[in-house]
T-cell receptor, first 116, second 111 residues
C-alpha cells in the first residue's frame, strides 16, 4: 500500500505560468518531505524539502507547501521554464530514533511538460 | 567530486545468473541505500545501511543481498536473477539528517 501518493501522472503547463504538483501521504510518522527531479537516464536530484514544523519553504522559483492536517503537500514552480520538464517525485521520511532522512518513501512521480 | 558512482551502467543477465552492483560515494556520508525504480512505481527501497557495519531491509529485499564493504562502498548482489528483477537500480547516500544524493543508475535486464 502506497504511503505517498501522486495522483496526477502528468501535467502540461505553458512557459511562464505556474506549475502545481500535488502529493498526499498516509503515514502520520512522516515529518520530513522532499521533492526530487529526474531527467531521463539520470538519477533523481534533490530539489527542495520541508520539515513538518513549517508550512512553507521557498527556494527561488520553487515553493513547497505542507498541510499537515490534510496530509498534503504541493510544489509550486513560478514561472515555469522548458528546462523544468522532468519527472517530479514526492518523498517522505521520518526523523525518528534509528531513522535516517535518506530512508525515503516515494510517490510514483508526475511528468511535468513545460511548453513554449 | 564525483558524488555517488555506480557500476555498471547497463547489464543484461540470463535467468539464474548472479551479479553484483557496485556503489561508491566520496562525500563521507554515513548512510547508503539501494532503490529500484519500475515503470509507474516510483522508487522503492531494497536495503539500506545507516552506518558502516550495519544493514537493514527496506520495502522490497527479497532476492537481494548487500554488503557495506567500508564507509565508501555499498554493493548489491543478485544471487539468482529473475525476470522480475528487471529494473533500474539507484544507489544513494546521505548524512543522517540531510537529503539523499543519488547515483546515475544501473539499468538491469534479466532475460
Amino acid at each position: 500500500d502506497q504511503q505517498v501518493k501522486q495522483n496526477s501522472p502528468s501535467l502540461s503547463v505553458q512557459e511562464g505560468r505556474i506549475s502545481i504538483l500535488n502529493c498526499d501521504y498516509t503515514n502520520s510518522m512522516f515529518d520530513y518531505f522532499l521533492w526530487y527531479k529526474k531527467y531521463p537516464a539520470e538519477g533523481p536530484t534533490f530539489l527542495i524539502s520541508i520539515s513538518s514544523i513549517k508550512d512553507k519553504n521557498e527556494d527561488g522559483r520553487f515553493t513547497v507547501f505542507l498541510n499537515k492536517s490534510a496530509k498534503h503537500l504541493s510544489l509550486h514552480i513560478v514561472p515555469s521554464q522548458p528546462g523544468d520538464s522532468a519527472v517530479y517525485f514526492c518523498a517522505a521520511s521520518s526523523s525518528g530514533r534509528g531513522s535516517t532522512l535518506g530512508r525515503l518513501y516515494f510517490g510514483r512521480g508526475t511528468q511535468l511538460t513545460v511548453w513554449p | 567530486n564525483a558524488g555517488v558512482t555506480q557500476t555498471p551502467k547497463f547489464q543484461v543477465l540470463k535467468t539464474g545468473q548472479s551479479m553484483t552492483l557496485q556503489c561508491a560515494q566520496d562525500m563521507n556520508h554515513n548512510s547508503m541505500y539501494w532503490y529500484r525504480q519500475d515503470p509507474g512505481m516510483g522508487l522503492r527501497l531494497i536495503y539500506y545501511s545507516a552506518s558502516e557495519g550495519t544493514t537493514d531491509k527496506g520495502e522490497v529485499p527479497n532476492g537481494y543481498n548487500v554488503s557495506r564493504l567500508n564507509k565508501r562502498e555499498f554493493s548489491l548482489r543478485l544471487e539468482s536473477a529473475a525476470p522480475s528483477q528487471t529494473s533500474v537500480y539507484f544507489c544513494a547516500s546521505s548524512l543522517r539528517d540531510t537529503e539523499a544524493f543519488f547515483g546515475q543508475g544501473t539499468r538491469l535486464t534479466v532475460v
